[in-house]
């Protein structure tokens, strides 16, 4: 076997064969096929290759999508194979003989089973899920429940999928049907426990699950109150049969993993649309808060930008500049190299002090077109210093120009002062991120 060509015509043909032989295949088809393998390395080998197109059927459908019985019979006679040969996986690669790259595969694929568009009954019409289920069942749990049984059986080499498969595993668990996500979602305590017994604290499991619980929610646009409620409630329960997480802060990780799915939805939540910019404004800012008390650098950072993007889209600028001014202030004027690759427009960034210069003479520019030329002086004679350490003469001429016509700016031009107004959000006729706070707000005219 080999990975399908994408040509339709010919992807039809070979995937119809290949499905015509493996539907003709039962359980013993299968274990005297895999005795005939004369070594470990070779059925390993052929097993590995034998998941690379399943995974390659399953991820890239070589029908068309409105193919629904050729799909739903790709799906079933895949499913029936991938039974078969995890029984042959457990049977010569576990214990001592255990095979990391194997396994991996087939936990990849698996989820990619669980996951895929055509099996997603609650997005399908009424009569096509009534005629899957009742010719087939539905598949993802039976594949889901095959997954968690066999991870369970892997014991102490779970350890060696730790963190990689944190986030298939929470992109199964966010499949809208609740068996599946009550079978998942405790496997997440398992993930922290390996970790905490094989280095002492769960730190990266945990900042894996958060990067994913991010991306999937707010981007991909996964998960509900009813996820949210449902991963509080099992993980809360079950907490108990881990006494060593407790005594290392599970209950508090779980808390802020709930805040944070909370504050994830509100983001989400928010309509489309220039009059929502505000609401939108506001949840960032409390994810921005979220993350920094969590002391999660990495997504604060993210959110920062995401942030400053917002306000250079209406045109507040000097909002912009003192948004990105918040990481501008970690940085060191340094050749250290940088813990994460920037985003956007500075990733060829390569050390601290690189990156701070680019972001400053940005703010500046904001704050020049913010009207607040105070601060840009401010902020070009913090350069001006750096410049002047580093004996980088041309770049210091060039921010002394840069000074001198920011104050003529504040000699030649007359601005109004800014209008502040106090604005509270009182009464259940508002959304819950807004009920009840009170913001400040800028005229737009102004300044």
Not at 78 to 89: C, P, Q, V
Not at 271 to 296: A, C, K, V, W
């Amino acid at each position: 076997v080999g990975v399908i060509e994408r040509n339709l015509s010919s992807s039809v043909q070979l995937s119809s064969v290949l499905l015509a032989v493996l539907k003709l295949m039962d359980s013993q088809h299968f274990h005297n096929y895999v005795r005939s393998f004369p070594s470990p390395d070779e059925l390993r080998d052929f097993v590995s290759l034998t998941f690379e197109v399943f995974l390659d059927l399953v991820t890239r459908a070589p029908f068309p999508h409105d193919w629904f019985t050729m799909s739903t019979l790709q799906n079933s006679t895949l499913l029936s194979a991938i039974t078969y040969l995890s029984e042959a996986l457990l049977m010569h690669f576990t214990d001592d003989k255990f095979d990391y790259h194997v396994w991996n595969k087939y936990f990849h694929l698996g989820v990619a089973f669980v996951t895929q568009e055509s099996l997603q009954i609650e997005m399908m019409t009424p009569p096509k899920a009534s005629r899957l289920l009742q010719r087939y069942g539905d598949m993802r749990i039976v594949m889901n429940r095959q997954i968690m049984n066999i991870w369970n059986r892997l014991r102490d080499h779970k350890i060696h999928f730790i963190p990689e498969l944190v986030g298939p595993f929470v992109e199964m668990s966010l499949v809208q049907h609740a068996d599946i996500r009550r079978r998942t979602i405790p496997v997440f305590l398992d993930f922290l426990d390996c970790e905490l017994r094989s280095t002492g604290d769960f730190r990266k499991v945990e900042t894996e699950l958060i990067d994913k619980l991010d991306t999937y929610v707010s981007g991909a646009g996964r998960a509900d109150d009813h996820y949210k409620d449902l991963l509080n409630e099992t993980l809360t329960s079950e907490c108990g049969r881990y006494p060593d997480l407790l005594k290392a802060g599970l209950e508090q990780s779980i808390e802020s993993i709930t805040q944070l799915l909370s504050r994830l939805l509100d983001f989400r939540n928010v309509p489309e649309g220039d009059e929502h910019r505000n609401l939108r404004m506001s949840t960032i800012f409390n994810l921005l808060q979220l993350y920094r008390e969590m002391e999660r650098e990495e997504m604060y950072i993210r959110y920062i930008y995401k942030l400053c993007d917002m306000h250079l889209k209406f045109g507040h600028f000097s909002e912009a500049a003192f948004t990105l001014l918040l990481h501008a202030r970690k940085l060191a004027w340094s050749t250290f190299p940088l813990a994460s690759k920037p985003p956007g427009k500075f990733q060829s960034a390569s050390t601290e002090g690189e990156l701070k210069e680019r972001l400053y003479h940005d703010i500046i520019n904001y704050l020049d077109k913010g009207k607040l030329w105070e601060n840009s002086i401010a902020l070009s004679k913090e350069l001006a210093e750096h410049y002047g350490t580093i004996f980088d003469y041309a770049r210091l001429s060039t921010i002394y120009r840069d000074v001198a016509d920011f104050y003529d700016k504040i000699a030649g031009h007359v601005r109004a002062p800014s209008a502040y107004y106090r604005v509270g959000f009182f009464g259940k006729g508002f959304p819950s991120i807004l009920r009840n706070k009170i913001f400040i707000y800028r005229d737009r005219k102004s300044g």
